[in-house]
């Protein structure tokens, strides 16, 4: 089993920055893909950024040049630094690993339980 719990989401004022983080844990023989999600009221989860094991990145437009994703391989960790946040960008975080777990090359898809990011106006 793998767990993933996140860290760092909260309340601030449009303009400012918040850093999330997630830790993955458990059986992990090695780590793909990790990556955020988001999901605001009456909307479908989207994807915000992605990380390959390479270094790889992904953003949706709507973010790009202000979150910058990272991950600290040795450590099972992502990170998603949020700068310049706007109101549209509250919502649910959600932390994605796609995670093999012996050395059977098979992957599967965790989440982690979601970490509230509210921007005042």
């Known amino acids: 089993q793998v767990q993933l719990v996140e860290s760092g989401g909260g309340l601030v004022q449009a303009g400012g920055s918040l850093r999330l983080s997630c830790a993955a844990s458990?059986?992990?023989?090695?780590?793909?893909?990790m990556g955020w999600y988001r999901q605001a009221p009456g909307m479908q989860r989207e994807l915000v950024a992605s990380?390959?094991?390479?270094?790889?990145?992904i953003y949706v437009d709507s973010v790009k040049g202000r979150f910058t994703i990272s991950r600290d391989n040795a450590k099972n960790m992502v990170y998603l630094q949020m700068n310049s946040l706007k109101p549209e960008d509250t919502a649910v975080y959600y932390c994605?690993?796609?995670?093999?777990?012996?050395?059977?090359?098979?992957?599967?898809?965790?989440w982690g339980q979601g970490t509230q990011v509210t921007v005042s106006s």
């Open positions: 994605n690993a796609r995670v093999r777990s012996s050395y059977v090359p098979t992957y599967y898809n965790y």
């Open positions: 458990g059986t992990i023989f090695s780590i793909d893909v």
């Open positions: 990380i390959t094991s390479g270094g790889s990145t």
